[in-house]
C-alpha cells in the first residue's frame, strides 16, 4: 500500500499531461468506433449529468466507470481495506499499542473525475471555484510524522523503521495478505489508463468537443485551450482578492467562483464528459484486448489476496 500515493501522482501527472500537451502518440492508425453513438443534442447547461453507454457510466453525482474499472472494484479495496486494518490493529494490541483512527486504510485508491476532466460538478463551482478541483487532483497521503496526538512509540509500531517501512504492523499485515502483488496489479492498470487517456487526446472527436468547449467559453470571455488550463492559470485564481499571509492563494472570489460555472456549464452544454468518457472508454476496451493475459494475472492476485482477506 505505501507506493499507490505515488503511483496516483505519477497518473495525475501522466494524465495532465497528456490533456495539456498531447505528449504521447496512439500507436493506432484509425480511431476506434464507438459502441454508442454520442449525444448530439447540445446539454442542459443546469442539469447534472446522468449516462450510460459504450462501456461508461456517468452518475448525477459526477462520478463515473469506465472499462478498466472493473480491474481494481471498490468492493475489492473495501474488502482488502478491512482485512488490513484488522491484521493491523492484533498486530498493535499485541505490541501493547492502540491504532491511532487516522492510520485505518478507507477508500479506495482513485483519480477523481475532475483531475480528468476539470470542475464538473456546479455547486462546488459556484462555491469553491476551481478549489475542488485542486483538492482531488492532489491525492492524500498517511505521513508517516506522527502529529502531536500520536505518540514515537505508537507511530514505530505501526510503521517499523521510517525510512524503510519495514518491520511495522502496517507492513506486517501487507505481508500477510500478499498486498504486493495487488500495488503491481494496481499500477498496471494505471499506466493502462494513461495509454487509453493519452491516445484519446489525440482523437479527433475530443479534438473537437475541446474546440466546442473553448468556443463557448469564449462565449463567456474566457480564452482557454481545454479545461485542464483555467484550474491552474493562477491569474484567475481568487483574482480580485488579497493572499492571506501564509498562504499559497488568495481565497475563491467571485471571479473565479463565475469562470468555474461558466466552465462547468459549457462541459453539459457541449457534451464534455460523455464525448471525452466514450472515446476513452473505446481506446481502453482495444488496451483491454492487447494486455488480456496480463489483466488476468491480476485479477488471479486480486481473488488471491481477497481469499485471504475473507476471515
Known amino acids: 500500500m505505501k507506493k499507490l500515493s505515488g503511483a496516483i501522482l505519477s497518473l495525475i501527472c501522466a ?20 459502441s454508442t453513438a454520442m449525444p448530439s443534442a447540445p446539454g442542459a447547461p443546469n442539469q447534472r449529468v446522468n449516462f450510460q453507454g ?5 452518475r448525477h453525482d459526477d462520478s463515473l466507470t469506465l472499462p478498466l474499472d472493473a480491474y481494481d472494484s471498490p468492493q475489492n479495496w473495501s474488502l482488502t481495506n478491512k ?20 492510520y485505518f486504510v478507507t477508500g479506495r485508491p482513485y483519480v477523481a473525475a475532475s483531475t480528468l476532466y476539470g470542475v464538473v460538478d456546479l455547486a462546488s463551482a459556484e462555491k469553491y471555484g476551481y478549489r475542488s478541483f485542486v483538492q482531488s487532483a492532489a491525492p492524500s497521503r498517511l505521513s508517516k ?10 507511530a514505530k509500531a505501526f510503521w517499523g523503521d521510517l525510512k524503510s517501512g519495514h518491520g ?13 502483488k495487488i500495488d503491481a496489479a494496481f499500477e498496471f492498470v ?23 468547449w473553448s468556443s463557448c467559453m469564449k462565449g463567456a470571455g474566457y480564452t482557454y485551450p481545454s479545461p485542464t488550463v483555467p ?8 483574482r480580485g482578492l488579497s493572499k ?26 457541449v457534451n464534455y464528459l460523455q464525448t471525452v468518457a466514450l472515446v476513452t472508454a473505446a481506446y481502453q476496451k482495444i488496451i483491454i484486448a492487447q494486455n488480456a493475459s496480463s489483466l488476468r494475472q491480476g485479477q488471479a492476485a486480486w481473488q488471491t489476496v481477497l481469499g485471504r482477506a475473507d476471515f
Open 15 to 34: 494524465l495532465m499531461s497528456a490533456a495539456l500537451l498531447g505528449a504521447c502518440s496512439p500507436s493506432r492508425s484509425s480511431e476506434p468506433n464507438l
Open 54 to 58: 459504450g462501456g461508461v457510466t456517468i
Open 83 to 102: 482485512a488490513i486494518n484488522a491484521l493491523t490493529q492484533a498486530c498493535m494490541k499485541r505490541r501493547g499499542f492502540d491504532t491511532p483512527s487516522r
Open 145 to 154: 510524522r506522527p502529529p502531536q496526538s500520536i505518540s514515537a512509540a505508537t
Open 168 to 180: 511495522g504492523c502496517r507492513d506486517e499485515a501487507s505481508e500477510k495478505l500478499g498486498m504486493q
Open 190 to 212: 494505471q499506466e493502462l489508463r494513461i495509454e487509453a487517456r493519452a491516445a484519446a487526446a489525440h482523437d479527433s472527436r475530443v479534438q473537437k468537443v475541446n474546440a466546442n
Open 231 to 238: 484550474p491552474h492559470d493562477r491569474s484567475l485564481l481568487g
Open 244 to 269: 492571506p499571509p501564509g498562504a499559497a492563494l488568495p481565497p475563491p472570489s467571485p471571479a473565479e467562483k463565475a469562470a468555474a460555472v461558466s466552465d462547468v456549464k459549457c462541459k453539459r452544454r
